[in-house]
């Protein structure tokens, strides 16, 4: 069992940054797929961006340029750093990793652009 806590959310001015972390109970070392989602009021969750097999790293088209996902395997920890912020950006945003074929997920934290 995974237990993955996001915490950096809030309420930000459009333009203004702000930093994401989800730390994992346990070893990231090894863990190959772990990315960012985030779902809006009426919509369906939507990837932000992904470490991906092959240490590849995938973002979504609408924040590319804006957001960068990094990891700290030392702190068991991965972060996005969101940058020029927008009122679209106002979503809960969730971490996520797969091990053992078994994804896990977090509980979100909010953040809301205000224009």
């Known amino acids: 069992q995974v237990q993955l806590v996001e915490s950096g959310g809030g309420l930000v001015q459009a333009g203004g940054s702000l930093r994401l972390s989800c730390a994992a109970s346990g070893s990231i070392f090894s863990i190959n797929v772990m990315g960012w989602y985030r779902q809006a009021p009426g919509k369906q969750r939507e990837l932000v961006a992904t470490f991906a097999s092959g240490g590849t790293i995938y973002y979504a088209d609408s924040v590319k340029g804006r957001f960068t996902i990094s990891r700290d395997n030392t702190k068991n920890t991965m972060y996005l750093q969101m940058s020029s912020l927008k009122p679209e950006d106002t979503a809960v945003y969730y971490c996520?990793?797969?091990?053992?074929?078994?994804?896990?997920w977090g509980q979100g934290t909010q953040v809301t652009v205000s224009s």
């Open positions: 996520t990793l797969v091990r053992s074929m078994v994804r896990y």
